[in-house]
């Protein structure tokens, strides 16, 4: 069955492109980009001719974070709802983190929330230096909970700090400083940039690399399916804040949140 919202193709070297294709909707996520995506990464992980993945956005943005018509589902939907197509989500974050092959993100452009959490399982990451980077979920009463653990490994705590509750719009500069990012490049030089990143995995064994990233893996902190439903409670408990029905019922009446100072 073709997928709906990507593109998984591979070129004669055994790099695959994995490639976000919603441009219209800035490549945001829904409930058949994820489910989508957990297809793809169970067919990259068992695919032996597969050296190397590079995870891009279609258009101008990386990815925007939640689809809006499905937040407005979430708006709508039941405890038991919520907690499941936050685990979906989580579920699929993971299998992209525990792939047996490297991946590397190319950041063509704007990556908040969600975008974030796919930049985070990534093994590098390299940006253009006009992205912009942010955790937004909290201006609308949310928490960036589902793509916490993976965010805040790669950021490391103290630096997460900086920007994980604080809601702030970061360009690819500070991205870098802060270990979201590996580099960042001229737009026209993204490319040559990602193949630079690409290029030594295809002169190392393929069974080495797998090996090794399992190891890296295992001296993490874990990311079990403990934690995954911790956090998919998170978000649920959030839901159900009066702070965050204001907020989202703000954000689609096009209307300042009463928090808003300024």
Known sequence: MPFQTIRLERDARGVAALTLA???KHNSLNATMIADLAVAARQIADDPAIRAVVL????ESFCAGGDLGWMRQQMEADRATRIS?????ARMLKALNDLPKPLIARVNGQAYGGGIGMISVCDAAVAATTAKFGLTEVRLGLIPATISP?????????RAREV??????FDAEEAARL???????????IDAAVEAEVAPYLAAAPGAVAAAKRLVARFSPPIGEAELQATATALADQWETPEAAEG?????????PPWRAG
């Open 22 to 24: 919603r441009p219209d």
């Open 56 to 59: 891009t956005g279609e258009g």
């Open 85 to 89: 197509e936050a685990l979906s989500l």
């Open 150 to 158: 993976y965010v805040v490994a790669r950021l490391t705590p103290p």
């Open 164 to 169: 994980f509750f604080s809601g702030r719009i």
């Open 179 to 189: 270990g979201l990012i590996t580099r960042a490049v001229a737009p026209a030089d």
């Open 248 to 256: 989202i019922a703000a954000f689609f009446a096009r209307r300042s």
